[in-house]
């Protein structure tokens, strides 16, 4: 079933403790939240020689009154505001007055925004109302109320706003806001928490008492949902440092992950890694530093075996040039030969090479001698040339 009925949200005179759960506003500022169009906040102020704006925070919650607060409900009041604006006073106007009565307003909601389940409205008071100015500054003033015409939806006996249609945002003595509300910012500062600054309720909970874990978690989980609170302000007000909730998770991870840090500090001291140096960098060039002056010592070892296994200049020389079928065997077999071998293992991979007999008998082609007679004579012009063989019988 649904209906509309007009009314303003404000706690029906029941005395009730609340807590305070704020959720961090610094990012939420005066700027952050833009003036609905046609808004010229300068000309607000004019003439006003002790301007305040404000931003309150109204997250999805249930009233006090029981009554389930929708983001769409939410949704519709930023809407109103960011298109026509709305009138805020100091508490609500009578119903039957709506009609006919006029009263100054001491508060302009300029500006709205929703971020999530949470809607920001961004009001300049009024240069008349001079006394709310130092009520909100002395934090004596610091919660609004509704009022309007909700859509209301009942549901397995709840009640549920799926809509609003608002006709003004108001002022509220303390603890009297039906809502969830709190001022997060007053000319652009953040208030702090702890006292410093604006409080919200924690809804028939009485401060905590007589509650179970199993209902603080739900709580907190609800509250982390919409935003309410979050994981740093829950760690900072228990006084908790990353790394012990990192540890209480996970010990092995948090072990693991000190140990790497550990090795990646003494490795930038060893590598003299400071400043904007990339470690990453460093390392790699000192790798290729290592890896030229390791080939360069291999090298040295074979080119001294070279010289006392190969006793023919003619294979040093052609050892070394791949163009050449030994050259070319040499180059294949050289890969196996790494920095890190030692001295006999090196000589070891020589001698497996120079004992094949592919190599063998390709070192043995340079000692064979051409065969004489065969090729140049030596150029002797005295040879006889033109004469013929004649065979006769003996």
Same mark, same amino acid.
Not at 45 to 68: C, F
Not at 220 to 246: D, V
């Given at each position: 079933? =649904?209906?509309?009925?007009?009314?303003?949200?404000?706690?029906?005179?029941?005395?009730? +403790?609340?807590?305070?759960?704020?959720?961090?506003? %610094?990012?939420?500022?005066?700027?952050?939240?833009?003036?609905?169009?046609?808004?010229?906040?300068?000309?607000?102020?004019? %003439?006003?020689?002790?301007?305040?704006?404000?931003?309150?925070?109204?997250?999805?919650?249930?009233?006090?009154?029981?009554?389930?607060?929708?983001?769409?409900?939410?949704?519709?009041?930023?809407?109103?505001?960011? =298109?026509?604006?709305?009138?805020?006073?100091?508490?609500?106007?009578?119903?039957?007055?709506?009609?006919?009565? +006029?009263?100054?307003?001491?508060?302009?909601?300029?500006?709205?925004?929703?971020?999530?389940?949470?809607?920001? +409205?961004?009001?300049?008071?009024?240069?008349?109302?001079?006394?709310?100015?130092?009520?909100?500054?002395?934090?004596?003033?610091?919660?609004?109320?509704?009022?309007?015409?909700?859509?209301?939806?009942?549901?397995?006996?709840? =009640?549920?706003?799926?809509?609003?249609?608002?006709?003004?945002?108001?002022?509220?003595?303390?603890?009297?806001?039906?809502?969830?509300?709190?001022?997060?910012?007053?000319? %652009?500062?953040?208030?702090?928490?702890?006292?410093?600054?604006?409080?919200?309720?924690?809804?028939?909970?009485?401060?905590?008492?007589?509650?179970?874990?199993?209902?603080?978690?739900?709580?907190?989980?609800?509250?982390?949902?919409?935003?309410?609170?979050?994981?740093?302000?829950?760690?900072?007000?228990?006084?908790?440092?990353?790394?012990?909730?990192?540890?209480?998770?996970?010990? $092995?991870?948090?072990?693991?992950?000190?140990?790497?840090?550990?090795?990646?500090?003494?490795?930038?001291?060893?590598?003299?890694?400071?400043?904007?140096?990339?470690?990453?960098?460093?390392? #790699?060039?000192?790798?290729?530093?290592?890896?030229?002056?390791? #080939?360069?010592?291999?090298?040295?070892?074979?080119? &001294?075996?070279?010289?006392?296994?190969?006793?023919?200049?003619?294979?040093?020389?052609?050892?070394?040039?791949? $163009? =050449?079928?030994?050259?070319?065997?040499?180059?294949?077999?050289?890969?196996?030969?790494?920095?890190?071998?030692?001295?006999?293992?090196? &000589?070891?991979?020589?001698?497996?090479?120079?004992?094949?007999?592919?190599?063998?008998?390709?070192?043995?082609?340079?000692?064979?001698? #051409?065969?004489?007679?065969?090729?140049?004579?030596?150029?002797?012009?005295?040879?006889?040339?033109?004469?013929?063989?004649?065979?006769?019988?003996?």
């Amino acid at each position: 079933m =649904t209906y509309s009925m007009l009314c303003g949200e404000m706690a029906q005179g029941k005395n009730e +403790f609340f807590q305070l759960f704020g959720n961090i506003a %610094g990012e939420m500022r005066i700027e952050d939240v833009p003036t609905a169009p046609g808004v010229d906040v300068n000309e607000l102020k004019k %003439g006003d020689d002790d301007p305040l704006e404000v931003v309150v925070e109204i997250p999805a919650s249930k009233s006090k009154r029981g009554w389930n607060y929708t983001a769409n409900s939410l949704k519709n009041i930023v809407e109103a505001v960011n =298109t026509q604006t709305l009138n805020g006073f100091l508490g609500h106007q009578k119903a039957e007055d709506v009609s006919n009565q +006029f009263l100054p307003p001491v508060t302009h909601w300029v500006g709205a925004k929703m971020v999530g389940e949470i809607a920001y +409205f961004r009001g300049v008071v009024d240069a008349s109302a001079k006394d709310l100015k130092r009520w909100i500054r002395s934090k004596r003033i610091r919660q609004v109320s509704i009022f309007g015409i909700p859509k209301l939806q009942r549901v397995a006996g709840e =009640t549920n706003v799926i809509g609003y249609d608002p006709m003004s945002i108001d002022w509220t003595p303390l603890d009297r806001a039906g809502m969830n509300t709190r001022i997060v910012a007053m000319s %652009g500062e953040m208030w702090d928490l702890e006292g410093e600054g604006p409080e919200g309720e924690l809804e028939n909970y009485e401060g905590g008492a007589g509650m179970k874990p199993e209902d603080v978690l739900n709580a907190l989980k609800e509250m982390l949902g919409n935003k309410q609170i979050t994981f740093s302000m829950i760690a900072g007000e228990m006084g908790l440092k990353p790394e012990q909730i990192a540890s209480d998770i996970d010990a $092995e991870w948090v072990k693991n992950l000190t140990e790497s840090v550990d090795k990646l500090q003494k490795v930038e001291e060893a590598l003299g890694v400071s400043g904007e140096m990339d470690v990453v960098t460093v390392a #790699n060039e000192a790798a290729k530093a290592l890896e030229k002056q390791g #080939n360069a010592g291999v090298e040295k070892i074979i080119g &001294e075996m070279m010289e006392t296994k190969i006793k023919t200049e003619n294979v040093r020389k052609d050892i070394s040039n791949v $163009e =050449t079928p030994i050259g070319k065997l040499w180059s294949y077999h050289s890969n196996s030969i790494t920095a890190d071998m030692t001295k006999d293992q090196i &000589e070891g991979e020589m001698d497996s090479f120079f004992n094949d007999g592919v190599v063998k008998n390709i070192i043995n082609s340079y000692h064979i001698d #051409n065969p004489a007679g065969l090729g140049n004579t030596g150029g002797n012009t005295n040879t006889p040339q033109g004469l013929k063989t004649k065979r006769t019988a003996l």
